[in-house]
């Protein structure tokens, strides 16, 4: 069984920063792409970024020059620090890991329960 444990959420105020944190665990061989969603209250979940094991990122445009989302492939653990918040990135944040292979053969998607990020003065 795979579980991802995500840590860092909380209150912020406008302009601050917060540095989130998503560990996997398990019978892990390998992860294809790890990254990060959010739902605000009333909205779908949308894309925030995500990196794959080589490296390459994808973020979305509201969080360009302001999130950077990172990886240690041998800690299976992505982060991602988020700078100049604003109001509108209140959300539950959630961390999914994509094409996870287990040690079994076995391949599949997991998600975290998600951490709550206010952002409010």
């Known amino acids: 069984q795979v579980q991802l444990v995500e840590s860092g959420g909380g209150l912020v105020q406008p302009g601050g920063s917060l540095r989130l944190s998503c560990a996997a665990s398990?019978?892990?061989?390998?992860?294809?792409?790890m990254g990060w969603y959010r739902q605000a209250p009333g909205k779908q979940r949308e894309l925030v970024a995500t990196?794959?094991?080589?490296?390459?990122?994808n973020y979305a445009d509201p969080v360009k020059g302001r999130f950077t989302i990172s990886r240690d492939n041998a800690k299976n653990t992505v982060y991602l620090q988020m700078n100049s918040l604003k109001p509108e990135d209140t959300a539950v944040y959630y961390c999914?890991?994509?094409?996870?292979?287990?040690?079994?053969?076995?391949?599949?998607?997991?998600w975290g329960q998600g951490t709550q990020v206010t952002v409010s003065s």
């Open positions: 999914n890991a994509d094409k996870v292979l287990v040690v079994s053969g076995y391949t599949d998607d997991y």
């Open positions: 398990g019978s892990i061989f390998s992860i294809y792409a």
């Open positions: 990196i794959t094991s080589g490296g390459s990122t």
